[in-house]
């Protein structure tokens, strides 16, 4: 069965700090992906990366990063010197070879305080 | 169009009254996805559409729910007599391909 797990529910920062979204995963597969998406107060779910399991190399856009570790199943997000642009609830998701679907965690609350 | 457009933006239902949700996917997009998301948690996936076929209906939650895509672009996600349980935000993605699902702002549905 697969699972994913996000711990942390509401985060608060100051502007201009670092933070770091954890997210940990359970599935049986060999293959899988993994995707982290920005959900704003708007509604809409925004995709940020897509990751395949046999891709351990973490990746830099600006000013996210992710840091994907098969040995503990975690593939966690960091954004450094956050901005109140980036307040939003992330979703971490996870999809099966061969599934119709994704798989989401229950999302973390990020709030950046000016 | 540039995005995936879902309407109503926001419907409110008596308990017991049929609703009726649209999607308007991204053009030439082939797959179509409706997730149901409560308050305070992830989207659960509801149903999967390849084309016109529905190829995937295991997240329906009961057989109130009902999806259809007759010409294999828009979809219309159709609540039967309504319940308080099914208040909740209901999304809609399209894909091209599995790499990037885009989904749309969502339906917020309130039954009362």
């Known amino acids: 069965a697969q699972k994913v797990t996000q711990a942390q529910t509401e985060i608060s920062v100051v502007e201009k700090e670092d933070v770091t979204l954890d997210c940990v995963y359970e599935?049986?597969?060999?293959?899988?992906?993994l995707f982290w998406y920005k959900q704003p107060p708007s509604g809409e779910l925004v995709f940020l990366i897509r990751?395949?399991?046999?891709?351990?190399q973490n990746e830099i856009s600006g000013r996210y990063s992710w840091n994907f570790q098969k040995s503990t199943s975690s593939f966690n997000f960091t954004i450094t010197a956050s901005q109140v642009v980036d307040s939003a609830v992330y979703f971490c998701a996870l999809s099966e070879e061969g599934a119709n679907n994704l798989f989401f965690g229950t999302g973390t609350r990020l709030t950046v305080i000016p | 169009g540039a995005g995936v457009s879902q309407s109503p933006r926001y419907k409110v239902a008596k308990r017991g009254q049929d609703v009726a949700l649209r999607c308007d996917p991204i053009?030439?997009?082939?797959?179509l996805f409706w997730y149901q998301q409560a308050l305070g948690q992830g989207p659960e996936f509801l149903t999967y559409?390849?084309?016109?076929?529905?190829?995937?209906k295991s997240g329906l939650p009961s057989d109130r729910f009902f999806a259809e895509r007759p010409e294999g672009s828009v979809s219309t996600l159709k609540i039967q007599r309504t319940q308080q349980e099914d208040s909740a935000v209901y999304l809609c993605?399209?894909?091209?391909?599995?790499?990037?699902?885009?989904f749309g702002s969502g339906t917020r549905l309130t039954v009362v």
């Open positions: 599935t049986r597969d060999t293959t899988y992906y």
């Open positions: 053009s030439g997009h082939v797959s």
């Open positions: 990751r395949n399991s046999f891709d351990e």
């Open positions: 559409f390849q084309n016109e076929a529905q190829l995937d």
């Open positions: 993605a399209s894909s091209l391909d599995s790499y990037g699902y885009t």
